[in-house]
């Protein structure tokens, strides 16, 4: 895989599986391999314009594809490496990054002979930012089949007059109102990531059914707090 431009990223982590020896020893996203729970999982999420992720136009291919040719593109990338059924949030520091200098577009993706990605994702433009997002990764006996960007449909900001509803399914805000470009609010990105399926062993991956099913519990309620930490301060700027 080509050296792209890696932005400074960082991940928060709660554990919903058995606590398990990591037996996955594959660490680059665009390499093959079956995982159980626990085991570290490495993807990536490169950003680009839209079309930059599609072969003439036509048919959308995974950032690993070198017929893309995304490092020579003005493209960024940022890896993880997640603990498989652990919900994770997942922070892109935007204090020297700004997703519509690239393109303003994301695909999260990992793979080769098997690959997956996700539908390119808006995140920014010049006028607008979406800084918060839920990821889900499926996958089949232990093997990644896709990844999904889930929405609320705005429900997360409805009534806040702070956000903008995109699409009926993004909140954002100005991009004048981040700190690079002249406001007050940290824009870092913040991805919730969870898992569906079941791993190399049949056994089923929860993490997703936590998201989906406890957000009136303690386990929804400490990441509703993490992620407000990445947006309540919209509340009191606008």
Not at 10 to 35: E, F, H, R, S, W
Not at 97 to 121: E, H, I, T, W
Not at 191 to 197: C, K, N, T, Y
Not at 218 to 233: A, C, E, F
Request: a positive charge; proline letters at 2%.
């Amino acid at each position: 895989m080509a050296a792209w431009a890696m932005l400074m990223v960082a991940m928060l982590v709660m554990a919903v599986g058995l606590d398990a020896a990591n037996t996955n020893g594959v660490y680059q996203p665009c390499a093959d391999t079956k995982i159980q729970r626990s085991d570290g999982f490495t993807f990536g999420i490169a950003f680009s314009s839209k079309d930059n992720f599609y072969n003439n136009q036509s048919h959308q291919l995974s950032p690993c594809d070198r017929r893309l040719s995304l490092a020579s593109l003005n493209s960024q990338l940022a890896l993880f490496r997640p603990k498989v059924d652990e919900i994770s949030l997942l922070s892109i520091n935007t204090s020297s990054f700004f997703p519509d200098s690239y393109g303003g577009y994301m695909v999260a993706f990992a793979g080769r002979k098997y690959a997956a990605r996700s539908l390119p994702a808006f995140v920014a433009n010049s006028t607008y930012i979406v800084t918060s997002f839920t990821l889900a990764l499926e996958f089949q006996k232990g093997r990644l089949q896709n990844l999904y960007w889930k929405r609320d449909g705005c429900a997360s900001c409805s009534g806040n007059t702070g956000f903008v509803c995109l699409n009926k399914q993004d909140c954002a805000i100005k991009t004048s109102s981040c700190k690079n470009r002249g406001g007050t609010v940290d824009c870092s990105l913040g991805i919730q990531l969870a898992f569906s399926g079941t791993d190399k062993h049949l056994m089923a991956l929860n993490s997703w059914y936590e998201v989906e099913n406890l957000r009136q519990y303690s386990l929804y309620g400490l990441y509703s707090n993490l992620k407000s930490s990445l947006t309540s301060q919209y509340n009191a700027f606008f």
